[in-house]
């Protein structure tokens, strides 16, 4: 049977890494998300940054490369 071109991506689809990036990416959106605009923010000194997808996904990227060497690094070392 044929996969349809429009087919919703499933999650499994998706690699380990992606998976956890995703994951990330939702939980720093819960935690940066601001009751005075309906965005996600970072608050400094009152002042609101508001946070792109693109902002996420690199944070996202990082935390994860940093997970990765840590979890390297005790585990070979």
């Known amino acids: 049977m044929r ?3 429009n087919a919703v991506p499933k999650v ?3 690699s380990a890494i992606l998976q956890q990036e995703g994951l990330i990416i939702h939980e720093l ?3 940066y998300k601001c009751n005075q605009h309906d965005a996600s923010c970072f608050v ?3 002042r609101h940054i508001k946070l792109t997808a693109m ?3 690199c944070w996202a990227k990082e935390i994860v490369i940093f997970l990765l060497i840590f ?3 005790y585990i070979y070392t």
């Open 3 to 5: 996969k349809k071109k």
């Open 12 to 14: 499994e689809d998706f």
């Open 29 to 31: 959106r819960e935690q």
């Open 44 to 46: 400094d000194d009152g």
């Open 55 to 57: 902002h996420f996904q």
């Open 71 to 73: 979890f390297y690094h």
